[in-house]
């Protein structure tokens, strides 16, 4: 069985994976969540906030054994971690995630989508080191498809997401190219644009590309089906792996 460590995207917390975490365990996995600096339980300030910071906080939860998955924003700080220590973990998982190109930041990627569903919605703050979501359009854009008790249990604990750490180029090199990855597309996200999550994968093996029929928020919506094909993921990186030791 595998070991998952799960990363929260902008705005989360650890607590978003409240649903997942017994799913995977009753499938005889062993998962995890932290808060990445900035938020939940970390006291991190907002302006110390940095995708360095962010990166090492996952390198210290994750042990060679790991899956690492990543949600929405969370892609880059898993990318960074693999690009520093590739040795740190077993495979990355991006769910609905942003996939760094070497050199931009996420903010540049977010940029290259032909649509930005996300922006009318942003609210920076005055001084300019964060920014929230307008909680009149928030459950649209994240959880239009989740149960109303989860949507309830969602937006009281959204919180200010530092800026810097997403306006920060990440180089990645052929350190990362080698850790095994897979992608998890939201086909019926409205945050970040599904073709937009195929466009970022789409040179990627076709067996690595998974789809959920969800929103944004497939940890609240189904987090049931999104276990079972973290389950599969696992199974799949397992056997790869077997492969290539045999070779």
Same mark, same amino acid.
């Given at each position: 069985?595998?070991?998952? @460590? ?15 975490? =017994? ?12 808060? *990445? ?22 390198? $210290? ?6 899956? /690492? ?7 880059? !700080? ?12 077993? $495979?990355?998982?991006?769910?609905? $995630?942003?996939? =760094? ?26 001084? %300019? ?39 920060? =180029? ?8 080698? /850790? $095994? ?12 644009? !599904? ?5 970022? /994968? ?23 089906? @999104?276990?079972? *094909? ?7 990186? /397992?056997?790869?792996?077997? %492969?290539?030791?045999?070779?």
């Amino acid at each position: 069985m595998a070991d998952f @460590l799960l990363i929260h995207g902008s705005c989360h917390g650890a607590w978003c994976w409240r649903d997942v975490i =017994p799913a995977l365990e009753a499938l005889g996995h062993t998962a995890r969540a932290i808060d *990445l600096p900035g938020h939940g339980d970390d006291p991190t300030p907002l302006a110390e906030v940095t995708l360095e910071g962010s990166r090492d906080a996952i390198l $210290a939860a994750s042990t060679p054994n790991t899956i /690492v998955l990543g949600h929405s924003w969370g892609g880059y !700080p898993i990318s960074a971690a693999g690009e520093a220590a590739p040795e740190a973990m077993r $495979a990355l998982v991006y769910l609905c $995630a942003y996939v =760094p190109i070497s050199g931009l930041s996420m903010v540049d990627m977010r940029k290259r989508a032909k649509r930005q569903p996300l922006m009318p919605a942003v609210r920076r703050s005055e001084d %300019r080191i964060s920014f929230t979501f307008d909680p009149d359009m928030a459950p649209e854009l994240f959880y239009h498809d989740c149960p109303e008790a989860a949507v309830a249990y969602a937006m009281p604990r959204l919180t200010p997401q530092a800026i810097a750490p997403q306006t920060t =180029p990440l180089t990645v090199t052929d350190r990362l190219a080698g /850790v $095994a990855k897979y992608y998890i597309r939201c086909t019926e996200d409205h945050a970040i644009p !599904p073709e937009y999550q195929s466009e970022m /994968v789409r040179d990627w093996p076709g067996d690595h590309v998974f789809s959920l029929p969800t929103s944004h928020s497939p940890f609240f919506s189904d987090p049931a089906g @999104l276990a079972a *094909l973290l389950d599969r993921i696992a199974k799949t990186d /397992v056997g790869a792996s077997r %492969r290539g030791k045999a070779d």
